[in-house]
């Protein structure tokens, strides 16, 4: 390692201000402000081979997976966000929050849900947060970008959402068994993927809510059920948690919330699908 993984709070501000100035800055002046970053002591070749450059985004990431450690902030996880200043209370407030990731993570573990096996009874009626994973050998219907997936449980993770009442009435009545796209952006996504083509979901045509036709509908259900599998747990704070697992897992289905400069070309094709199909 020819720099550090350790800096303080106050090095960490100076870090990231110096790597936002980087992003913007000309090729010329990249080099004076990268050399003013090492002097800090922080060289990201340390933590990766990249030769795209980096970004806030990716400071950040290293401070959550715990390869950059803040040294006087609480378990040495911080939540820092671009452009954004707190007070020390809320500060302190937020790194317990982002604390709770790894219990999080280990807790959607435990509740596994087979929509091919499984029955809708092991899902509770509350509300909370899912995740949903590719089975192993599945893929997600082929676009002209490809994918770069994070592994959850050994899966790859295609999409994450929230309940705010039902888990059951949301995982598994409206996405997986639903056969109504128009209630589910999960299934409006997969659908744009394999080219189904819309149809209005209302009696009213002009509100421009859609679904696919019954035939699609239920091709759609059997892949989902075939080939996903959903992760649960039961929580009153879905929000907080809906944030940390879409920058955590960086599920590729999520356009919402999700800026991740990873599969940002396959996000932005997916959307302009969806668009068309409108």
Same mark, same amino acid.
């Given at each position: ?12 501000? /100076? ?33 990766s ?34 452009? /954004? ?16 990731? %790894?219990?999080l993570?280990?807790?959607?573990? /435990? ?19 899912y ?12 676009? /002209?970008?490809s ?25 598994f009545?409206? @996405? ?20 189904? @083509? ?7 045509? @002009? ?26 747990? %039961?929580?009153?704070?879905? @929000? ?39």
């Amino acid at each position: 390692m020819k720099g550090r993984n350790k800096f303080t709070s106050k090095e960490f501000e /100076q870090i990231k201000q110096l790597v936002k100035e980087k992003v913007e800055a000309s090729s010329s002046e990249q080099k004076k402000i990268r050399d003013r970053i090492r002097r800090i002591g922080f060289y990201y070749s340390d933590f990766s081979d990249r030769k795209d450059g980096y970004t806030v985004f990716d400071l950040e990431m290293l401070v959550k997976s715990r390869k950059i450690l803040i040294t006087d902030i609480v378990d040495n996880i911080s939540p820092i966000k671009p452009n /954004q200043k707190k007070s020390d209370d809320a500060f302190r407030e937020e790194v317990s929050v982002i604390n709770e990731l %790894p219990q999080l993570l280990d807790n959607l573990k /435990q509740n596994r849900f087979n929509p091919n096996t499984d029955k809708e009874i092991l899902i509770p009626n509350k509300p909370g947060n899912y995740v949903v994973c590719l089975k192993k050998g599945s893929e997600l219907p082929s676009t /002209q970008t490809s994918v770069d997936f994070e592994l959850f449980d050994g899966l790859k993770v295609v999409y994450t959402g929230i309940s705010h009442k039902c888990l059951r009435t949301r995982d598994f009545k409206q @996405h997986f068994k639903g056969n109504n796209a128009g209630r589910s952006t999960l299934r409006k996504s997969l659908g744009a993927l394999f080219g189904y @083509h819309p149809i209005p979901r209302d009696r009213d045509i @002009h509100n421009g809510k859609t679904k696919f036709n019954e035939v699609n509908e239920k091709q759609l259900t059997t892949w989902m059920c075939e080939n996903l599998i959903l992760y649960f747990l %039961p929580s009153e704070n879905c @929000h907080y948690n809906e944030d940390q697992l879409i920058a955590y897992l960086n599920p590729p289905l999520n356009l919402k919330g999700n800026s991740n400069p990873i599969n940002r070309a396959f996000r932005k094709e997916l959307s302009k699908l969806r668009t068309k199909q409108a």
